[in-house]
């Protein structure tokens, strides 16, 4: 075993678990489940048979990761965020042949307690706000706060608010690492350092 695996968890046979990972107390990991290298599974976290999880990842206390869910590489789920894979749950009828992926692109940020519904992307480097509820795509990079979640911002890379407008054209410094960011129309990129 190249991970840490508290005397707790359960990680059914088959799952696979990158090196360097660490899965805390009572966490339980479904056999088809893909983890990555250097990803953290906090206290009382759930994985699912059909999710992958990316390098450096965090998944933070009492988050369920279901089926039909990926995270791609550093993505951060705060404390108690849900995810879904079943639009119109019901409990008398059999839905698992309906379920809708879920991608959560490389290094955004999920606050604690927000609802991501099935069926959505969120974009590279997007930041949702403790609480929210996602029922659309987030573009890369967008600040997203209130139920339903509504586009406030544009954050860095860094994980610092930008100086932009919500759309048009103009472009921002991030003060903490330097990085230059572009908006044109609705979408924000970094500049490609020359």
């Known amino acids: 075993m190249n991970h840490y695996q508290h005397a707790t968890a359960i990680v ?72 879904t894979n079943v639009y119109n749950p019901r409990s008398l ?27 959505v992307t969120i974009g590279e480097y997007a930041f949702v706000g403790a609480g929210a509820v996602i029922n659309k795509d987030v573009p890369a990079y967008a600040l997203m706060v209130g139920v339903p979640a509504r586009q406030i911002g544009w954050m860095s890379e860094y994980g610092e608010q930008l100086e932009l407008p919500l759309e048009g054209q103009g472009r921002a410094v991030c003060e903490h690492s330097g990085a230059n960011y572009v908006l044109n129309g609705k979408v924000l990129a970094k500049e490609s350092e020359q």
């Open 93 to 119: 009828i059999e839905r698992k042949s309906e379920y809708r992926n879920t991608l959560v692109r490389k290094g955004a940020t999920l606050g604690a307690n927000c609802t991501i519904v099935c069926g």
């Open 12 to 83: 059914d046979e088959g799952a696979q678990i990158g090196k360097d990972s660490r899965v805390w107390h009572f966490v339980h990991v479904c056999g088809g489940a893909r983890i990555g290298a250097g990803v953290s599974l906090g206290q009382n976290v759930f994985v699912g048979n059909k999710v992958v999880i990316g390098d450096h990842c965090k998944i933070q206390n009492n988050v369920s990761v279901y089926d039909n869910v990926t995270l791609e590489e550093g993505v951060f789920c705060g404390p108690s965020m849900v995810f």
